[in-house]
């Protein structure tokens, strides 16, 4: 069958009822032998919320550590998400922007994609594993955590698809 590349944004991911739907729709197209990777935002707000919490502590902190911090949204869904699909007995994997190798330039906030390893992605596909990548960051030379700005979830989900070149690819507008 097809590999698809879905992208689900921050309304689409919003709340428990909603990851379940997105389960519900990964789980039935996994279930009629798609390949499936799932690239996903951070909840609606969360990472406006994570950004007010950056300025209390400091107005003009540090782009790498804002970076960090802001990072941790979509990690909150693709463990989600992942754990929702294991409940439909669907093998799943989670994965951050680094560990599946999207090395970008150190533009903290603004980064750039240079290149994407997407062996460990492939292997999971093979090993019939739904592949549930956080979207909206990567990795610099050093392994620091960098994003990509706002629509960084599209930009990763896209650039997934242009490394894997999958059938089809499909993004769920928030």
Do not use: W
């Not at 996994?30 to 609606?44: C, E, I, N």
């Amino acid at each position: 069958m097809a590999l698809f590349v879905e992208k689900y944004g921050g309304t689409s991911v919003a709340d428990i009822e909603r990851i379940n739907a997105v389960a519900d729709n990964v789980a039935k197209s996994h279930r009629l032998g798609h390949r499936m990777v799932v690239v996903l935002s951070a909840m609606s707000g969360e990472t406006n919320r994570l950004l007010n919490l950056a300025n209390q502590i400091h107005p003009d902190a540090d782009a790498r550590e804002v970076d960090m911090l802001v990072s941790t949204g979509e990690q909150v869904t693709i463990s989600l998400l992942a754990m929702a699909l294991h409940q439909r007995g669907i093998d799943a994997r989670s994965y951050t922007g680094g560990q599946v190798n999207i090395l970008t330039d150190n533009v903290y906030g603004k980064a750039r994609i240079v290149d994407i390893d997407a062996q460990r992605i492939r292997e999971d596909l093979d090993a019939d594993k739904v592949v549930v990548v956080a979207g909206f960051q990567g990795k610099d030379a050093d392994g620091h955590i960098t994003t990509l700005g706002r629509g960084g979830s599209d930009t990763t989900a896209v650039a997934l698809a242009a490394a894997l070149r999958p059938f089809y690819y499909k993004f769920t507008l928030p």
